[in-house]
């Protein structure tokens, strides 16, 4: 009898168990994960992890993947996606173009989106180096144009291995920052 009951709690607790690591892939999969905020590209908005220092600990940041299954990356969101050189390297930027759009950034550093200036609303740097973007660049339907707010230190679309953003390397929307604490909060993106 007392066999029967030891069977019976080790196989009610290998039960739970698998029940909490399938509703956990299942959660990292679709809903969220955690993503680790690495350099300095989207400062002051994103504190990275120094790569020099390993004492300095980057924001820790929940990503929502769900937001972009029923509607449409917008402008200004703070996205992570693959980067498509290392599928094992995410890299977190804000969206400045929309599919269909021609950015171009001139050598002042004024960001044209189809021709009209664009006003950004958060704090940003000027940019000193247009890079490809110094000539029109028109967005395929699922193409994405992408800057860091630390635009002196970023390696964004302005470059050809970042380059136009495919929508289907978009893992999701930076949604909430849980590290450190004195920073905790929902991101804001505009």
């Known amino acids: 009898m007392k066999e029967k009951n030891v069977l019976k709690e080790i196989l009610s607790t290998s039960i739970y ?3 909490v690591v399938l509703a956990t892939y299942l959660v990292i999969v679709f809903v969220g994960q955690r993503a680790v ?14 790569l020099n220092d390993p004492s300095v600990v980057g924001d820790n940041l ?3 993947k769900i937001t972009y299954r029923f509607s ?11 980067f498509q050189y290392n599928s094992n390297e995410d890299l977190i930027k804000r969206i400045i173009g929309l599919p269909g759009e021609t950015v171009q950034i001139d050598t002042e550093g004024n960001i044209y989106i189809n021709g009209e200036r664009l006003e950004e609303g958060y704090g940003k740097e000027v940019m000193l180096d247009p890079g490809r973007a110094i000539e029109p ?12 707010d630390n635009r002196n230190n970023s ?5 050809a291995s970042v380059g136009n953003v ?9 949604w909430l920052r849980i590290w450190p604490f004195s920073r905790f909060g929902i991101l804001k993106h505009q």
């Open 17 to 19: 168990l698998l029940i």
């Open 72 to 82: 449409e990356p917008k402008r200004f969101d703070i996205i992570v996606f693959n």
């Open 62 to 64: 929940i990503v929502d």
């Open 37 to 50: 905020v690495r350099g300095a590209s989207m400062e002051p908005t994103l504190y990275g992890k120094d």
């Open 155 to 159: 390696t964004d679309s302005r470059t």
């Open 137 to 148: 660049i028109t967005l395929g339907e699922d193409e994405y144009f992408v800057l860091g």
């Open 166 to 174: 495919h929508k289907s390397l978009i893992i999701g929307r930076a």
